[in-house]
């Protein structure tokens, strides 16, 4: 699964498709190649998108509310909040193999 996919995933962009894959890319990029960043970047964008004068409309089989908004925006919020969480850099072992024929005296030189 490309994290493309990921980010359709997590804002629910399955069925009827809101954004391009150009687009989600963006939110990628703009998001420092973070998934949760850019789901949160695209759900800001798409409650921006239904957000107006109305309080619900209806096109053909698609139909979204005010209400349908602020819980994008809420999501978008929690997604961002739990990459904030997320630490920057993880830290690996270090590898000390074939250090054992090291003397300290080789190691002042």
Known sequence: MTDIDKV???IGDTGSVQFTDAQIQAFLDMGGGSVLTAAGFALEAWAASVTGGLTSEKIGDYSYSK????QKLKL??????EDAKSPYLTWA????SG???T???EDIE
Request: charged share 50%; proline share 0%.
């Open 8 to 10: 359709r995933l997590l």
């Open 76 to 81: 978008a919020k929690e997604y961002k909040e």
């Open 67 to 70: 209400k349908d908004a602020e």
């Open 99 to 101: 250090l054992e024929d």
């Open 103 to 105: 003397t300290i005296d």
């Open 93 to 96: 072992e270090m590898n000390l």
